[in-house]
């Protein structure tokens, strides 16, 4: 089993930063890719940032160059810099990671998320 907890969510001003932190507990060991998702009213929920255990970023085209994800595999931590903040980018941010034990099926597991507003 594994838990998330997601911090750092606000409510900020456009072009503002904001740096939003996941605490994984439990079998952390067995944790392989871990990210951040986002979901925006009335919209699908969409991949952020996924990191691989061994330090493979993907992003979403939208947050290219603006922000930045990382772990840290020995504390189970995940973190989400994000800098020149958009309206757009409101959205309540989700933890995610995907645990794979040697014989069963992978599981994901998702924190309770973390609400991000950007004023204009």
């Known amino acids: 089993q594994v838990q998330l907890v997601e911090s750092g969510g606000d409510l900020v001003q456009a072009g503002g930063s904001l740096r939003l932190s996941c605490a994984a507990s439990g079998t952390i060991f067995s944790i392989s890719d871990m990210g951040w998702y986002r979901q925006a009213p009335a919209k699908q929920r969409e991949l952020v940032a996924l990191i691989t255990r061994s330090f493979g970023i993907n992003y979403a085209d939208s947050v290219k160059g603006r922000f930045t994800a990382s772990r840290d595999n020995a504390k189970g931590t995940l973190y989400l810099q994000m800098n020149s903040l958009k309206p757009e980018d409101t959205a309540v941010y989700y933890c995610?990671?995907?645990?794979?034990?040697?014989?069963?099926?992978?599981?994901?597991?998702w924190g309770q998320g973390t609400q991000v507003t950007v004023s204009s």
């Open positions: 995610y990671a995907r645990q794979k034990w040697l014989g069963s099926p992978d599981r994901d597991y």
